[in-house]
């Protein structure tokens, strides 16, 4: 059973560079793709991007170019470093993974990250 | 952007009883939708994907139906592990977007 867990400070300045890892048990790394999903406090989700096992990406448009998913198969772990971020950004913020693009299998538990000065 | 609508925002059910949530498209996306449940302080869970096809493990009291822009997502007799909010999910265009969810509650 596949099995993620998120890591990355739980509170970012305003204008600074959030980053988050997701490591990945129970599966390779290669054999899915990989995804960043959001929720701000008492919201509904917002899919941030997704990256599969040769690097090739997709980020939502309405970050507006500030979000960067990477892969390091050698840790069987995926990243994500949103930049510029602001109060907007605060959000529980979860790695995940599917056998496609499409749909979620697989959920890590979440991590709240606040920005607050 | 697909907008994805859910209705209703909140929904009381008595455990035991049938429950159908609703949700709706701002254009069509066939059978890309999916649903997912979501307990407090927990991450989703895939319930159901291709607008019908329950994923694994899920119980068959969960049935999904509808295509092009209406879909509906059916639990019949609840159980007292239902009660969560619940999401649909578009996957046919991209950003890949979600309702707002309905919160099913008890009565």
């Known amino acids: 059973q596949v099995q993620l867990q998120e890591s990355g400070p739980g509170l970012v300045k305003p204008s600074e560079t959030l980053s988050l890892t997701c490591t990945v048990s129970g599966g390779s790394i290669s054999s899915y793709y990989w995804s960043w999903i959001r929720q701000p406090p008492g919201k509904g989700l917002e899919w941030i991007g997704y990256i599969n096992y040769s690097g090739s990406t997709n980020y939502n448009p309405s970050l507006k170019s500030r979000a960067t998913i990477s892969l390091d198969t050698s840790k069987n772990q995926f990243s994500l470093k949103l930049s510029s971020v602001t109060a907007a950004d605060t959000a529980v913020y979860y790695c995940a993974g599917g056998y496609t693009t499409t749909v979620i299998d697989y959920w890590g538990q979440g991590t709240l990250v606040t920005v607050s000065s | 952007e697909i907008v994805m609508t859910q209705s209703p925002a909140t929904l009381s059910v008595s455990p035991g009883e049938g429950a159908t949530l609703s949700c709706r498209a701002s254009?069509?996306?066939?059978?890309?939708l999916a649903w997912y449940q979501q307990k407090p302080g927990q991450a989703p869970r895939l319930l159901i994907y291709?607008?019908?096809t329950r994923a694994t493990g899920i119980p068959a009291r969960f049935s999904g139906s509808g295509s092009g822009t209406e879909f509906t997502l059916t639990i019949s007799s609840l159980q007292s592990e239902d009660f969560a909010v619940y999401y649909c999910?578009?996957?046919?265009?991209?950003?890949?977007?979600f309702g707002q969810g309905t919160r099913l509650e008890i009565k």
């Open positions: 291709g607008a019908s």
């Open positions: 254009q069509s996306v066939g059978s890309k």
């Open positions: 999910q578009q996957y046919k265009n991209w950003p890949i977007t």
